[in-house]
């Protein structure tokens, strides 16, 4: 059974800095792209970024709204994705998911994470 | 980017039939996800590929995708259908997906 447990989420002032964890169990860690989507309260999903398996690379890539503030990274030793977040706004203010990237004809997400809760606030 | 768009809300009442549409520009060239995401909980895929349905989704989610319109049916609508659906597609000229703002279909 595929599952994925996120940790380290709270309270942060503006400019801050938090770190995500995600561990992922039931699946060959090293071989799946993984990915952050987040969540604004009352609002859709936006994809925060992904990381590539090693055989693919392990390159990353991110959206424009938090290029150049969050990191993407992952333990294949310990089956465990973090997202790295600094010079944290007000407006990351949001539910991050962590979440399994599947291809087929496009790409998608079969599998997801409870969601960790991240304020931004002084 | 690529703009996906959903109405914000679409009413049924139960037994009955619910369609919610993605619009995109030339959508039917792409492939779609729909995302069920019912309040306080993660997203659950219930449609890949356009029309093809995970293990354990039952057979009254379906999906159609055709010129600029993806549509996702649920047939028979039960109290617990009721939840946000949101679309994806992947942005191959980007290499990263984009999400309509999703549609919370209430069951009356």
């Known amino acids: 059974e595929v599952q994925l447990v996120e940790s380290g989420g709270g309270l942060v002032k503006p400019g801050g800095s938090l770190r995500l964890s995600c561990a992922a169990s039931?699946?060959?860690?090293?071989?799946?792209?993984m990915t952050w989507v987040r969540q604004a309260t009352g609002k859709g999903l936006e994809w925060v970024g992904h990381?590539?398996?090693?055989?693919?690379?392990?390159?990353?890539d991110y959206a424009a709204p938090v290029k150049g503030r969050f990191t993407i990274s992952g333990d294949d030793s310990k089956n465990t994705l973090f997202l790295q977040m600094n010079s944290l706004k007000t407006e990351d203010t949001a539910v991050y998911y962590c979440a399994t990237v599947r291809h087929s004809y496009g790409r998608y997400f079969d599998y997801w994470g409870q969601g960790m809760l991240v304020t931004v606030s002084s | 980017s690529y703009v996906l768009t959903q109405p914000p809300a679409v009413s049924v009442a139960p037994g009955q039939t619910a369609t919610i549409p993605c619009g995109g520009n030339d959508i039917g060239s792409k492939s779609v996800y729909w995302y069920q995401q019912k309040p306080g909980q993660a997203p659950v895929l219930v449609v890949y590929?356009?029309?093809a349905r995970p293990s354990g989704i039952p057979e009254r989610f379906s999906g159609s995708n055709s010129g600029n319109t993806a549509t996702l049916t649920i047939t028979r609508v039960e109290a617990g259908d009721e939840a946000d659906y949101h679309c994806q597609v992947w942005d191959a000229s980007r290499d990263h997906p984009e999400f309509g703002g999703g549609t919370k279909l209430t069951v009356l």
């Open positions: 990381i590539k398996s090693r055989n693919d690379g392990g390159t990353t």
């Open positions: 039931g699946f060959s860690f090293s071989d799946a792209w």
């Open positions: 590929d356009d029309s």
